[in-house]
């Protein structure tokens, strides 16, 4: 069975621009979480989804958005980037049924 | 607010040796889980605790669960270099999301 998959694995942005992420999934699994990791934060919840309904959201402003298709693919967002926002952003594929919860490889976004 | 607390957060020890990490939490929860991450990489899921008194064991680590003391631990026998890693306890919330907070990490140093 294939892992979660993170597009793209690293990012390069400037100040001011927009970024999208986007997670794939294990198969079967419909529920879709992010998390931001910095040195400073550690890991810290962004949102959570489940058959494309946001089901809880963190405490980020909301230059953070994010939503997910029909085929549990989901894709999050973020605008205005500021330099605080360079981190490892990890989408976490979870399983309902053992309760598991698999972290996708990440994407590591640097903003300058 | 569920808060999660681990400790030490940073541990030295001799490869041979065995250790114990500690994770409290400050609220009732139905889900306790660790993972290892390596540097640069991202999180691999060690284990997953759903009841009371839930013990489990892969290889040298074992995690334990009290859920009346809000305790989580993980023991380390007979500590390997390759056991060198940071290790995360998250908590699950109740209420039917999938979110998780987790605890600052414990960096571990296995010295031959």
């Known amino acids: 069975k294939a892992g979660v998959t993170q597009t793209p694995r690293y990012l390069i942005k400037t100040r001011g621009q927009q970024v999208t992420l986007s997670c794939s999934p294990i198969?079967?699994?419909?529920?879709v979480s992010w998390y931001q990791q910095t040195p400073g934060q550690g890991l810290q919840f962004l949102f959570e989804?489940?058959?494309?309904?946001?089901?809880n959201k963190g405490n980020f402003p909301g230059r953070f958005s994010g939503r997910q298709f029909s085929n549990s693919r989901s894709e999050m967002n973020v605008s205005t980037l500021e330099l605080g926002d360079s981190a490892l952003y990890l989408c976490?594929?979870?399983?309902?049924?053992?309760?598991?919860?698999?972290f996708g490889p990440g994407t590591r976004l640097t903003v300058t | 607010e569920l808060k999660v607390e681990q400790n030490p957060l940073f541990l030295s020890m001799q490869e041979g040796k065995n250790y114990t990490i500690y994770c409290n939490y400050s609220?009732?929860?139905?889900?306790l889980y660790w993972y290892r991450q390596d540097p640069g990489k991202s999180l691999e899921s060690l284990f997953v605790?759903?009841?009371?008194?839930a013990v489990k064991q892969e290889g040298r680590l074992m995690a334990s669960l009290d859920t009346k003391a809000r305790l989580s631990t993980l023991h380390i026998t007979a500590a390997v270099h390759d056991l060198s890693a940071t290790y995360f306890c998250?908590?699950?919330?109740?209420?039917?999301?999938?979110?998780?907070?987790f605890g600052k990490g414990t960096k571990l140093t296995v010295n031959p």
């Open positions: 976490a594929s979870g399983d309902r049924t053992s309760y598991e919860q698999y």
């Open positions: 198969s079967g699994h419909r529920s």
């Open positions: 989804y489940f058959s494309e309904t946001q089901r």
């Open positions: 609220t009732t929860s139905d889900r």
């Open positions: 605790l759903l009841s009371n008194g």
């Open positions: 998250a908590v699950g919330t109740q209420g039917g999301s999938e979110k998780l907070v």
